[in-house]
């Protein structure tokens, strides 16, 4: 891994070569920008710094030899073989922790300490500290570059802040005024002036700055000990803010006189230089015409190449040298000041080694660093030529030089910054805006134009509610005022299209402050809910049809409803239902677009229909050609596939591929659904009208064959009683009364006990009404509040009839009665406040013959079951809550809504 100015080298050095080995595999792993090499030994760790760069150092406290504290020392200090490095990043990565090697780490400067712990999340945490370090080291070092450049500058130079305080003095500028550097940074620049002059200095000369950037012209100052002094003086702002304050003594030599002011006039130039080309070609024009040094350069580094290539220069120098070099890394006296950010001077260059051209015929050369940016070059052919005074001038050029590149940099990194969020913007699948809180589109992403269909031109200073139509905009008028209130609001509404039409959006904003005018905006997502609208419509138009479904008399109006609810519904245009009989599926209904020629029965074990059938398992095929069980039909590409029970198959088809999605599989499910249930109905009907048959036979015989004898038996008695008067007549008249009732009790069970085919929607509430009426309550008391069900009318009047009576009979004439619905699964109960049925007799209450009454036949809780089951119901007896008796019937089919 090569070694740039963006890479990490850590060295990392523990005696336990795995550790190392895992440390740097998970280091590397954490940042591709860190490159780990190891040594076992603190001996080994400081041959491996004497011989290569390194950006940080991890070690270890407990090793053999040179113990972790004495490794840093040794770095910090130096030895034989290197030179010590005060800021070089150091942390102590160690499993020994105490307070007492915290603290001789602190002592001996350690850059952070960080302990060993169980786990690979501690690796995350130390290429956090080690980045942090060299970023801190690097940003420190580039300053302290910068910061020398201006420090050695003869010129006096202040920068003050926008509260008009000093932060920062270099010497020159403090010798003027008598001050140590210190004493000035954090005071206002009031110091250095007369009252009088502070008057002329705010009345005259900062106006004057604030609306051209600039002043130059002669002040006062006020040195430290009263004496005053007349300075050349010029002010500059900076795109920061900040005011650069140079200051030379107006009684210099007229030369540097005239050079000072004339390079003063072009801070504004590098201000205005838009790149850092330009910045180079002002430099070499200021050096070259200014300080009347005709042989200079600027190289500026080129990060693609890693080289000083050069981009400015005067035509003397490319006369003198030719073609100028592009400076490699390491291999020039021009990259060591780049790298070390120290400027140098060489009276004869040619007696320097290290220099490009052994045979060059330059002798003084003035090397001046411009930051991270590259490097001024200055050059003459005659020994000696650059006296302090020169330098000093050359300096300050290179210090505005470097301003401005750094400038132009924040620049260029600020507009990559925001084209990269443009751009991001602008791939968004969802609108993105910012609003003014007087109404108007700030700002925008290419979502809104395509929606819409207007031009940026057209959506330009837009009134955001324009985009809306009339009726709704007061809508979002309001939620514009809840972001800018609260700061977040969420409002649905339909968004207006060039064309006419409207389409469904969710749009979310938050408050933005900070603008540049001091108002706030709101700043939001817009999301198409077109899908989830038409999801939510669908749905519920399911939901609406499932009733309409149940209604149905035959199996084929069954399916061909579900066919046209699928077109008009999903939206599906071709489908088909198949219904399965003898291990066959056989058509039983088409979409009207599908040519009924190209369908065929199937076995149930062939075919996507034939293994939906047998899975009972949706499929969505998104390419028939893909399928390993389909059978490619005409142009037909993509499939669903949905089982509707035990009954057949659902399924529709596209000739686009992929056509179903998730949201379509599950939609087709709900409808297939609700297709089982109305043909299970039709079943269940159909098998209980052929039960009904046999039971109508046998109730034929019972009210026939049965009632016939006893009524003569009932004659014969009369005339008996009419000759002869005995106890004994009495007894048997009780016993045809007893007959007659229990074959009236046959009866019914045999009619109403296993039949339910006259199946209807039934307001249970009404019906219980009614069926209360028809019995003989006394004095007893109904509360009915349930709702609708699937039942046969009659027999559900027979089933409420027999509890009504059970519950008088058992409970008394004033017993009370509730019928509701249950709460946690469909169904419906009839409790009542009575005794109750004792636990250890409820599994026998509905057998025939059961009663607790002297005067029951014991067969009205047998029908009360037999219509339940007739309904495919369960029915269960338990404890009502004031402890009579309730019978709850489940499994029922509820209507709502």
Not at 514 to 531: E, K, N, T, Y
Not at 705 to 715: E, K, M, S
């Amino acid at each position: 891994m090569s070694h740039t100015s963006d890479s990490i080298r850590v060295l990392h050095v523990d005696d336990d070569p795995a550790l190392t080995e895992m440390v740097a595999e998970f280091l590397e792993r954490e940042d591709d920008r860190i490159d780990v090499v190891t040594e076992s030994s603190a001996s080994a760790g400081l041959d491996r710094l004497a011989d290569a760069e390194v950006d940080c150092v991890v070690s270890d406290y407990d090793m053999p030899g040179k113990d972790g504290i004495e490794f840093l020392e040794t770095v910090r200090e130096g030895d034989a073989d290197r030179e010590g490095d005060a800021d070089l990043p150091f942390i102590l990565f160690t499993g020994k922790g105490s307070e007492e090697v915290a603290s001789d780490a602190i002592s001996a400067g350690v850059t952070d300490y960080l302990q060993k712990e169980v786990g690979t999340d501690q690796y995350a945490i130390l290429a956090n500290r080690i980045r942090n370090a060299v970023e801190r080291t690097r940003a420190e070092r580039a300053r302290r570059r910068h910061i020398n450049a201006i420090e050695t500058a003869r010129e006096g130079i202040g920068i003050l802040d926008e509260d008009g305080r000093f932060i920062y003095v270099n010497e020159a500028y403090a010798d003027l005024y008598r001050y140590d550097p210190g004493e000035m940074v954090g005071e206002r620049w009031e110091l250095i002036y007369r009252d009088e002059d502070v008057d002329r200095m705010q009345d005259e000369v900062l106006p004057v700055v604030e609306e051209r950037g600039r002043w130059h012209g002669t002040t006062t100052g006020l040195r430290a000990d009263g004496t005053t002094f007349v300075e050349d003086h010029v002010l500059a702002t900076t795109t920061g803010g900040e005011l650069v304050c140079t200051i030379r003594d107006a009684t210099e030599r007229a030369r540097r006189e005239r050079a000072i002011e004339n390079l003063h006039a072009t801070a504004q130039e590098f201000i205005e230089a838009g790149t850092a080309e330009a910045v180079a070609d002002v430099a070499v024009e200021a050096v070259r015409d200014i300080l009347d040094m005709p042989m200079n350069a600027v190289h500026l580094h080129d990060e693609a190449t890693d080289r000083l290539a050069p981009v400015a220069w005067t035509e003397h120098a490319a006369t003198l040298v030719g073609d100028l070099p592009a400076f490699e890394p390491g291999e020039s006296l021009a990259w060591d000041v780049f790298e070390t950010g120290e400027p140098r001077t060489y009276d004869d260059v040619s007696t320097v080694p290290g220099r490009v051209n052994s045979d060059t015929t330059i002798r003084s050369e003035v090397i001046l660093p411009l930051g991270d940016h590259g490097v001024l070059l200055i050059a003459s052919d005659e020994p000696g030529a650059f006296d302090e005074q020169d330098v000093s001038l050359a300096k300050t050029v290179a210090a505005h030089a470097t301003t401005a590149l750094d400038s132009i940099e924040r620049g260029r990194q600020l507009r990559e910054e925001r084209a990269f969020v443009d751009r991001a913007i602008d791939t968004l699948d969802d609108m993105y805006y910012v609003v003014g809180a007087d109404g108007d589109l700030r700002r925008w992403n290419d979502r809104v134009t395509a929606v819409t269909g207007h031009t940026d031109d057209e959506v330009a200073g837009t009134d955001a509610l324009e985009c809306f139509p009339a009726d709704e905009r007061d809508r979002i008028a309001d939620a514009l005022d809840e972001a800018l209130a609260t700061g977040r609001a969420t409002v649905e509404a339909e968004v207006r299209t060039v064309d006419g039409a409207s389409v469904p959006y969710e749009f979310t904003g938050a408050r933005l402050t900070g603008a540049a005018d001091g108002l706030d905006r709101v700043v939001g997502i817009g999301r198409d809910i077109s899908a989830r609208k038409r999801h939510e419509r669908r749905l519920t138009e399911l939901h609406a049809f499932a009733p309409d479904l149940l209604s149905c008399d035959t199996r084929e109006e069954v399916c061909q409803r579900t066919i046209d609810a699928a077109k008009n519904v999903l939206e599906f245009d071709e489908s088909t239902i198949d219904i399965e009989e003898d291990g066959v599926l056989s058509i039983a209904a088409i979409s009207e677009g599908v040519s009924p020629d190209g369908v065929t029965d199937m076995s149930t074990e062939e075919g996507v229909a034939g293994k939906t059938y047998r899975t009972g398992e949706s499929i969505r095929i998104d390419d028939v050609r893909d399928s390993d069980v389909a059978k490619p039909q005409e142009a037909y590409r993509s499939a669903l596939s949905i089982p509707i029970g035990d009954h057949g198959v659902f399924q529709t088809v596209s000739e686009r591929p992929s056509a179903f999605d998730e949201t379509d599989l599950e939609l087709a499910e709900l409808l297939a659904s609700h297709t089982e249930k109305a043909l299970s109905r039709l079943d269940r009907e159909q098998a209980l009208q052929r039960k009904n048959d046999r039971l109508d036979e046998f109730a034929s015989i019972v009210s026939h064959d049965l009632r016939n004898p006893l009524n003569v038996a009932q004659g014969r008695l009369e005339l008996v009683r009419e000759e002869y008067d005995s106890d004994d007549l009495d007894a048997v008249a009780r016993a045809h009364d007893r007959m007659a009732e229990l074959i009236e009790d046959l009866l019914t069970l045999a009619q109403q006990g296993e039949s339910a085919t006259d199946v209807e929607t039934v307001d249970l509430a009404d019906l219980a009404d009614r069926c209360w009426q028809g019995v003989d309550t006394a004095d007893a008391t109904l509360v009915a509040d349930a709702s609708r069900l699937r039942a046969d009318s009659g027999h559900l009047q027979q089933l409420l009839a027999n509890l009504f009576r059970n519950a008088v009979e058992h409970g008394g004439e004033a017993v009370s009665i509730r019928v509701g619905e249950l709460a946690d699964e469909p169904g419906f109960y009839v409790a009542d406040d009575g005794p109750g049925i004792p636990e250890d007799e409820r599994d026998r209450a509905f057998e025939p013959g059961y009663s607790t009454s002297s005067g029951g036949t014991g067969f009205g809780l047998t029908i009360v079951e037999r219509v339940a089951d007739a309904h495919d119901w369960t029915v269960r007896v338990t404890d009502s809550e004031s402890g009579g008796a309730r019978f709850e019937f489940r499994g029922v089919d509820c209507v709502h809504g």
